[in-house]
């Protein structure tokens, strides 16, 4: 996600660097940014430093970010652009020297020639910055809100999605088990055309990152006086899928005509 929004930056005429310092090969192999080098190095090069990491490593990378500015005296203004909690980004905004805006990806990796730009949601004072910065593929939406009026946004919209995803596969899996697969696929495919065993394959694909979004949904639903055991019972869905065959591997594996939900149960993988 962090590479496909840095593409459609350096698309809008944008140098864009990133910090490849302890990532995998794999990261490094289908990074197209120029390597800075060290968060330090990252800091002090920039005037936008966008975090975009998975949920559960974001507290850690703003921390990074913070030690990073306190020990160079730069002061980039810093996006973050995560799937976490408003409580989390504000976290992360008190740790830092500086301004934050926040921000949220809602939708696929952002592609310049894309017709149907990816949404990222932004808020807090300085918003209107970053939203004047031409990306295309993107498209900025300033909330009229503080910081962690983004994140709110992307919790709730993130409920949505991710939470039908983890529905439709206990409820395929639960059809294949009593060989009513067809007919269930059928029926709800009148309401949800595009449900099958393709996108619940990809979605057991980043279960591992989507276990601690549902976290981040559940404190949010929490601080808002609800239950959160909805989006508990969802995190124990990806928990799960993350140990099956289908979790062990990448999106792009996922054959277009998958027609078996054997991949999906739970312990396939490890």
């Known amino acids: 996600m962090g590479t496909a929004l840095g593409g459609c930056l350096a698309a809008g005429g944008h140098r864009v660097l990133t910090s490849l310092a302890g990532r995998s090969a794999a990261t490094v192999a289908r990074t197209t940014l120029e390597?800075?080098?060290t968060v330090a190095d990252l800091v002090r090069a920039v005037d936008v430093l966008m975090l975009v990491v998975p949920p559960?490593?974001?507290?850690d990378a703003g921390r990074d970010v913070a030690a990073?500015?306190?020990?160079?005296?730069?002061?980039?203004?810093?996006?973050?652009?995560?799937?976490?909690?408003?409580?989390?980004?504000?976290a992360i905004a008190a740790d830092l020297p500086g301004d934050l805006v926040d921000g949220a990806i809602s939708g696929p990796p952002p592609r310049p020639e894309s017709g149907a730009p990816t949404r990222v949601f932004l808020s807090g004072p300085r918003a209107a910055e970053v939203a004047a910065l031409t990306a295309p593929g993107v498209r900025w939406i300033e909330l009229d809100g503080p910081v962690g009026a983004a994140s709110a946004a992307k919790m709730c919209t993130a409920s949505v999605r991710k939470g039908f995803q983890a529905l439709l596969v206990q409820a395929l899996v639960t059809a294949d088990e009593h060989g009513v697969l067809p007919a269930v696929l059928e029926d709800v495919r009148l309401d949800f055309p595009d449900a099958g065993i393709v996108p619940a394959a990809v979605a057991a694909t980043k279960a591992w990152r989507f276990v601690d979004e549902m976290t981040e949904i559940a404190?949010?639903?929490?601080?808002?006086?609800?239950?959160?055991?909805?989006?508990?019972?969802l995190a124990a869905v990806y928990r799960d899928l993350a140990t099956s065959a289908w979790g062990a591997r990448q999106p792009g594996e996922v054959p277009a005509h998958l027609d078996d939900t054997t991949g999906l149960r739970p312990g396939d993988g490890t």
């Open 56 to 59: 559960g490593a974001a507290r």
């Open 68 to 90: 990073a500015c306190d020990a160079t005296g730069a002061r980039p203004l810093v996006v973050e652009l995560d799937a976490v909690a408003p409580t989390t980004v504000t």
């Open 219 to 233: 404190t949010t639903q929490a601080a808002a006086g609800l239950t959160p055991a909805l989006a508990d019972g």
């Open 35 to 37: 390597d800075a080098g």
